[in-house]
């Protein structure tokens, strides 16, 4: 079983619609969570970091987090063509600086 | 958040030659960490940099092959040693931001290609 676990896509929603993306771990100790926001070429961008249960809004983003299911996930609203890229959710072991990262989602908005 | 500069942003290397990447932190931090990133891939780490102690490496990776300097609070290279075509991936060099609250931030990355 992987640490993190992301389905890779791609996922395709048209412009304007709501973009669901979803993230496992496999350690219950586990204590932050973010997502990261990838272009091709480009580095990983921080987009969104959530700590305890429930959801976090930040604009067009809500993360979800639900330790009991181990159950991450990112809610893209009004998504935008600009949102097409590839999503990483990270996670923050206990007993660990590092992040442990998932293999990616590669969102494509349609316009 | 943290600024963080690296380079070479990319090089071409020849097999059985040897690239060190530099990054730079625009703050003091303790602890700093180097990924890597294959092509169509995932990040994984590779090692964490330590101030005044030696790197801790992750399973899979080893000293010999990557050696690590960590010289001061700000600085950090990674060697890439006697590379072959395998090694042709992205370097990404990170570090936590200011607010210490667990995030990392990521260097623009080196891309390495082996022939």
């Known amino acids: 079983q992987k640490e993190v676990e992301q389905n890779s896509g791609p996922l395709s929603v048209p412009e304007g619609a709501i973009a669901s993306l979803n993230c496992t771990y496999s350690d219950r100790g586990s204590q932050s969570f973010f997502w990261y926001r990838q272009y091709s070429g480009k580095s990983p961008e921080l987009i969104m970091s959530?700590?305890?249960?429930g959801d976090k809004e930040d604009g067009r983003f809500t993360a979800q987090l639900n330790k009991a299911s181990q159950y991450v996930s990112l809610l893209i609203r009004d998504s935008q063509p600009s949102d097409s890229a590839t999503y990483l959710c990270?996670?923050?072991?206990?007993?660990?600086?590092?992040?442990?990262f998932g293999s990616g989602t590669r969102l494509q908005v349609q316009p | 958040s943290a600024v963080i500069s690296q380079k070479p942003s990319r090089d071409i290397c020849q097999r059985g030659t040897s690239l060190t990447i530099q990054c730079q932190v625009d703050s003091q931090v303790t602890m700093m960490f180097w990924y890597r990133q294959q092509p169509g891939q995932s990040l994984t780490l590779i090692a964490t940099?330590?101030?005044?102690?030696?790197?801790?490496?992750e399973s899979g990776f080893v000293i010999d092959k990557f050696p690590i300097s960590r010289p001061n609070l700000t600085f950090s290279t990674l060697t890439v040693s006697n590379m072959s075509p395998e090694d042709s991936s992205i370097y990404l060099c990170s570090a936590p931001g200011t607010a210490n609250t667990g995030e990392l931030f990521f260097g623009e990355g080196s891309r390495l290609t082996v022939l």
């Open positions: 959530i700590y305890s249960n």
């Open positions: 940099a330590n101030q005044g102690s030696e790197a801790t490496y």
């Open positions: 990270a996670v923050k072991r206990a007993g660990r600086r590092a992040l442990t």
